[in-house]
């Protein structure tokens, strides 16, 4: 049990655990939370700004968008950290993780927005519906209920993606079991348990997901 040639020690295991699991819910989670409000509120403003504003700047955020989704989230947060050096690194990578699955999720709100039936467009105009009113109350509600499952499978990936936070010098879950296993020359306990809490926690929010796109 205490052999150091040994594949897995139980005491490492044990000593390893309440550090990881700190990090899971002191930095993955919390981002992951943070960053899914940031990317599902300015997905949705970004859907909208292409659709309805002037076509110049549609174009513009167009052009932006494409350019974040085109880039990769580690250039993006390395290149934030070194030109933002005042602000926070945690509080950066959450903001920056947040821009990048913005860009996706944008996509598939117009996507919903798309799928929304011709008729009901009718409908609002029939009724004299202010455009605002159009959104609020008839699109946008219907838009939400269709894209919920690729909504939810994004914020998965985001979740899965937090370990990217550790080249900006986050101390994360895989960060912290790095760092265990350095200090104690074990890394399989540490990194393991990393990445069973990383299971468990896809595999509830997976179930969230189904949970929440029935009720919707």
């Known amino acids: 049990m205490n052999d150091d040639n040994s594949f897995w020690d139980w005491n490492h295991a044990i000593a390893a655990f309440p550090d990881i699991l700190g990090k899971f819910l002191t930095v993955t989670?919390?981002?992951?939370?943070?960053?899914?409000?940031?990317a599902a509120v300015l997905g949705l403003v970004i859907a909208l700004g292409r659709r309805t504003a002037?076509?110049?700047?549609?174009?513009?955020?167009?052009?932006?968008?494409?350019?974040?989704?085109?880039?990769p989230l580690v250039v993006q947060l390395l290149?934030?950290?070194?030109?933002?050096?005042?602000?926070?690194?945690?509080?950066?990578?959450?903001?920056?993780?947040?821009?990048?699955?913005?860009?996706?999720?944008?996509?598939?709100?117009?996507a919903g927005i798309d799928a929304v039936p011709p008729g009901q467009w009718e409908a609002t105009t029939?009724?004299?519906?202010?455009?605002?009113?159009?959104?609020?109350?008839?699109?946008?509600?219907?838009?939400?209920?269709?894209?919920?499952?690729?909504?939810s499978n994004y914020v998965i990936s985001m979740f899965k993606d937090t370990p990217f936070l550790m080249v900006i010098t986050v101390v994360e879950m895989v960060r912290q079991?790095?760092?265990?296993?350095?200090?104690?020359?074990?890394?399989?306990?540490?990194?393991?348990?990393?990445?069973?809490?990383?299971?468990?926690?896809?595999?509830?929010?997976?179930?969230?997901?189904?949970?929440?796109?029935?009720?919707?």
């Open 79 to 110: 290149f934030a950290y070194y030109v933002f050096t005042t602000v926070p690194p945690i509080v950066l990578g959450t903001v920056i993780i947040g821009i990048h699955y913005a860009t996706y999720m944008a996509e598939v709100y117009r």
């Open 54 to 71: 002037p076509r110049p700047v549609a174009a513009i955020i167009s052009l932006l968008m494409n350019f974040v989704r085109m880039t």
């Open 29 to 38: 989670l919390v981002v992951t939370v943070i960053g899914s409000i940031i």
């Open 126 to 151: 029939a009724l004299s519906m202010s455009p605002g009113r159009t959104w609020t109350a008839v699109i946008i509600p219907q838009a939400l209920r269709s894209t919920l499952p690729a909504l």
């Open 177 to 216: 079991a790095q760092l265990y296993g350095s200090k104690n020359f074990r890394f399989v306990e540490a990194i393991i348990i990393a990445g069973l809490i990383y299971l468990v926690a896809s595999y509830l929010s997976s179930l969230l997901a189904r949970r929440l796109e029935k009720t919707s």
